[in-house]
């Protein structure tokens, strides 16, 4: 190796320990502020953009709905379990499996429509603009997204 093939080494390695050393420094920095990092881009949830009291409440109406139909919930998961057994069968039994799909759907809907049910209830007793708001959050929701690669 010859004094400028070595040089050329040593100043490529000297970048990349400051780079490495740069990276570490910062992430410390980050670590020790306390503070969280940024939040995985995320569907923005229906409420978000009600005032603090009216999102709270709304949060729990849903809650509350969830809960009353947790046996629905069960059963729905049960149903899909059973189907991806019946799927992993030797010889598969379509209506076996079309009876079981069938159970989970309904399930699903019925833990959707009390959940729509409570939903609707709530905004009843909002004023417009809260609903307004709610609507945006809806409408938020399901704006098609661009396509990522």
């Given amino acids: 190796m010859n004094e400028t093939s070595f040089r050329r080494l040593t100043v490529g390695l000297l970048l990349a320990n400051t780079f490495l050393l740069c990276a570490l420094a910062g992430a410390g920095a980050v670590y020790l502020s306390g ?5 995985p881009s995320r569907m923005p949830l229906a409420g978000e953009q009600l005032p603090g009291d009216a999102r709270a409440a709304f949060q729990k109406a849903l809650s509350d709905a969830r809960r009353e139909v947790r046996l629905t919930v069960q059963e729905a998961r049960q149903a899909r379990v059973e189907a991806a057994a019946l799927m992993g069968k030797p010889v598969l039994d379509a209506q076996a499996l079309s ?13 959707r429509a009390a959940t729509e049910k409570r939903a609707v209830e709530f905004a009843q007793n909002l004023s417009l603009e809260e609903r307004r708001r709610l609507v945006d959050g809806l409408v938020q929701r399901e704006a098609p997204r661009p396509a990522t690669k």
């Fill in 35 to 39: 503070r969280d990092a940024a939040p």
């Fill in 99 to 111: 009876d079981a799909l069938e159970r989970a759907r309904d399930a699903e809907m019925a833990v």
